[in-house]
């Protein structure tokens, strides 16, 4: 009988840890959660040509791999606070009409976005 003990103290311990996992599992299974909600790239597009004054404040807008370059009318109507709470990473002012915004890979995508709503 002395070998029977680990055994079944460590069957005893594996099962309460089982059950313990599953009842952690049912409990975080049952909370609603809302969902993430991914905007589309026209959606953030939309919210960056806002953010920079609107496309009548846009002169230029280009893209290089991880940066938003624009030549602006108006810098002053640029709301930077907007710019970081859309993805921006940091914003550079080069000049006094011209800014990049650092995006990272989708920069590119966003740019040709912003032209076709621009056009």
Same mark, same amino acid.
């Given at each position: 009988?002395?070998?029977?003990?680990?055994?079944?103290?460590?069957?005893?311990?594996?099962?309460?840890?089982?059950?313990?996992? !599953? &009842?952690?599992?049912?409990?975080?299974?049952?909370?609603?959660?809302?969902?993430?909600?991914?905007?589309?790239?026209?959606? !953030?597009?939309?919210?960056?040509?806002?953010?920079?004054?609107?496309?009548?404040?846009?002169?230029?807008?280009?893209?290089?791999?991880?940066?938003?370059?624009?030549?602006?009318?108006?810098? #002053?109507?640029?709301?930077?606070?907007?710019? &970081?709470?859309?993805?921006?990473?940091?914003?550079? &002012?080069?000049? #006094?009409?011209?800014?990049?915004?650092?995006?990272?890979?989708?920069? !590119?995508?966003?740019?040709?976005?912003? #032209? #076709?709503?621009?056009?």
């Amino acid at each position: 009988m002395p070998f029977r003990t680990p055994y079944l103290l460590i069957g005893d311990l594996k099962m309460s840890n089982l059950s313990y996992f !599953k &009842k952690l599992f049912e409990r975080s299974s049952t909370k609603s959660e809302p969902a993430e909600v991914n905007p589309t790239i026209e959606e !953030k597009a939309q919210a960056f040509l806002t953010a920079l004054g609107g496309k009548e404040n846009i002169s230029k807008i280009e893209a290089c791999i991880t940066r938003l370059r624009v030549t602006l009318l108006e810098y #002053k109507k640029v709301d930077e606070a907007k710019l &970081k709470a859309l993805g921006s990473m940091g914003n550079v &002012k080069v000049g #006094k009409q011209e800014l990049q915004i650092i995006l990272g890979t989708e920069a !590119k995508l966003i740019a040709n976005t912003i #032209k #076709k709503i621009i056009e």
